[in-house]
């Protein structure tokens, strides 16, 4: 996986905060790359529901965009 300003990662599963908590525990140590926190997206839901679609479609208008959270 290659990183830029741009990567993201969007978590669709019943219990995103679990999968989250555990995003990189299967990294290599050597590995020290992380998509900072506002770029991951999560979302409760079972992939491919009506639900999961009108999310993803309400994120893609504005992934691009998206700027750090100021601080």
Do not use: C
């Not at 590995?31 to 009506?50: C, D, L, N, Q």
């Amino acid at each position: 996986m290659q990183l830029n300003n741009k990567s993201q990662i969007i978590i669709i599963n019943p219990s995103p905060d679990e999968v989250f908590e555990n995003l990189y525990n299967n990294i290599p140590e050597h590995v020290t790359w992380r998509i900072p926190e506002y770029r991951i997206y999560k979302f409760a839901g079972k992939f491919g529901s009506s639900e999961v679609n009108g999310y993803l479609k309400s994120i893609e208008r504005v992934s691009y965009d998206q700027e750090p959270p100021k601080q």
